[in-house]
């Protein structure tokens, strides 16, 4: 039985019935697979936290899964301030009421607002350092179709050197070396995480070979006519090792 089998049933049905739908208004890229995923990573980096400090009080489960599942939602209405909007629709949500008291909506609202890793303070609870550590993704794979279609969102008339160059820059900025989302000490420990940021650091070093990468999963996208074998080729690579300490040494 896993973390996510104690939040409470009735709360699960709700928000699977009425909030799942919502993010139909939202692009690919945040979306309710987004969502979903961000939900199982909540739940799994919870599960290591508790297991490695045994001693700190449990968390409200039901908390963690509302920010998960609402975290989103107002991308459609304004990506900016979406976690100003997103934050603001679950608090004004009278449904949730049945759940929560008025202390604990304003510790998810909190979390919410907190999740952007641009933000340059801190999360204010630990409910903001678990939803900022799962909202990122921990593949390459995930990271370039996500960033792809975000791109394509939001730039349709973008060309694919085009939708390249602009994908390296932006990467660069969040996870290069003075990335603003690369060596965040308010990242809860995750080894996905750790991994992860390792490589697509170490591939922006590499300008030629992070846009061969992405102009494959472009074509992925585009016209679903890719190699997987040429996709694992390029990881594989990469050879990067998950001992590496460097990451570890920051958090």
């Not at 900025?173 to 991994?195: H, Q, T, V």
């Amino acid at each position: 039985m896993g973390l996510i089998d104690k939040v409470n049933p009735k709360l699960k049905k709700y928000v699977e019935e009425k909030v799942f739908p919502m993010y139909k208004l939202n692009g690919e890229s945040h979306g309710i697979e987004h969502i979903k995923q961000v939900i199982q990573r909540t739940f799994e980096i919870v599960e290591e936290y508790e297991r490695d400090n045994p001693d700190k009080e449990k968390l409200n489960y039901d908390i963690l899964y509302v920010v998960a599942a609402y975290h989103d939602i107002g991308d459609h209405i304004n990506r900016r301030k979406h976690h100003i909007v997103s934050a603001n629709i679950m608090f004004e949500d009278e449904n949730l009421d049945e759940f929560f008291s008025i202390k604990e909506k304003q510790i998810a609202k909190d979390a919410i607002e907190d999740h952007r890793a641009s933000n340059s303070k801190d999360p204010r609870t630990i409910y903001g350092k678990v939803i900022l550590t799962a909202d990122r993704n921990n593949s390459l794979e995930d990271f370039f179709k996500r960033r792809i279609k975000y791109c394509l969102e939001h730039h349709p008339e973008y060309t694919e050197n085009q939708v390249l160059e602009e994908l390296y820059a932006s990467s660069k900025e969040k996870f290069g070396e003075k990335g603003y989302a690369f060596k965040k000490s308010s990242y809860l420990p995750s080894k996905k995480l750790e991994e992860y940021l390792i490589q697509i650091n170490t591939l922006l070093k590499k300008k030629k070979e992070f846009q061969e990468m992405a102009s494959l999963y472009y074509h992925e996208y585009i016209d679903a006519d890719v190699s997987n074998n040429k996709l694992k080729a390029l990881s594989e690579d990469l050879e990067i090792s998950s001992n590496d300490k460097t990451f570890k040494e920051w958090i």
